[in-house]
C-alpha cells in the first residue's frame, strides 16, 4: 500500500494518477475533499480508501503493510495568516507523520517548498545542513512552517536520531498543470489565465517594483507537474537515503515567457497589462527563483525535465480536452 497525503490535491492527485498509470492500484488518500469540487481530481484513478486526516494515523495503525507514505498535503496558501492553524496542518501533523514512518521503518517522501528560500538572498541550494537551513528567512507563514520541518529534519540526521529508511524532502518551486480548479487565488499562473486567453480576455501581470526587473520580466523556475511525478515514482524505486532536493526546471522564466507561450500554443495575439501589486505582497515578494538540481541529478535522476513551451503546448492539449 502506497498513502499519498493530499492526494485529491492539485500535485498529489497527480501522483495518483502516475501511481495508477504505472500499474500500482494499491492506492490511498488521505485528503478533505469538502466543497470545492476536489473529487474531480480523482474521477479516473483507482485508490483503496479516502481517509480523513483527523483518522489517519489509527487508520495506518491497522494497516498490513504500507511501503510509503507520499507527504503532500498541507495549507499551501502563500498568504494564510492563522500561524496556530498552519502549524498544526503543515508543522505537526507532518511531525506525527514523520515519527509514525520512523517507527515502522517506512519510507517517507513529503513536500518541502521553494518558498522556504525566501528572497534568495543565501543561494537556492537543497542543503540539509541545520547550519545552511538557519540562515534561510522565508518570506511567509507557509514558507517557515516547511523550514521548520526541514530543520528537524536536519538536526534528527545530525545528531545521529532514527529517521526511516527512505526520508527525502522535495522543494518543489512553481508547479503548473492540471487539476488546480480547487485551488482558487492559489492557482498557478497557466492554469488561472489559461480559459481567460482562450477566450481571447486580457491578461493581468504585476508590474515590478524591483529597478533590476523590467515589468512581467520577474523571473520564476516553472515546473511542470509531469515532472514531479516523475521525480517521485524514481524515489519510490530507492530503498534508503536521506536527503533534500530541489524540484524545478532548473531554468528560471519570465511571467511574459510563461503567459506568452499559452498565447503561442494558441495561436492568439498576446493581450497583457502590467497592474498595480498589492501592498500585502511587495514587501514579501521573490522576484527570482531557480532550482539547483545538481544534488538530485548526482543521487542519478537523469530523466530531462521539460522546456517550458512543450509543458505549456502539453497543457493546453490537456486542458482543451476536458474543457472542449
Known sequence: M???????GFIG????AALNEAGRMDVAVCDRLGRDGKWQNLRQCVVQDIVPPHELLAWLDRQGEVEAIIHMGANS??????GDEVMESNFRFSLALLDWCTKRQVRFIYASSAATYGD???GF??????????RLRPLNLYGWSKQLFDQVVASRRESGQALPPLCIGLKFFNVFGMNEGHKGAMMSLASKYIGRIRNGETIDLFRSYNPAYRDGEQLRDFVYVADIT????????????????????GQARSFLDLVGAIFDTLGLEHRIRFVEMPEVLRQRYQYFTQADNTRLRAAGYD????????AIHDFVRLYQAAHP
Open 2 to 8: 502506497i498513502v499519498v497525503t493530499g492526494g485529491a
Open 77 to 82: 496558501s502563500t498568504m494564510a495568516q492563522d
Open 303 to 310: 530523466r530531462p525535465g521539460m522546456k517550458l513551451e512543450d
Open 230 to 249: 516523475a521525480v517521485i515514482l524514481w524515489l519510490l524505486e530507492q530503498s534508503q537515503g536521506v536527503a533534500l532536493y530541489n524540484c524545478g526546471s
Open 120 to 122: 534568495g538572498a543565501h
Open 13 to 16: 492527485s497527480n501522483i495518483v
Open 125 to 134: 541550494e537543497d542543503d540539509l545542513s541545520l547550519a545552511y537551513l538557519r
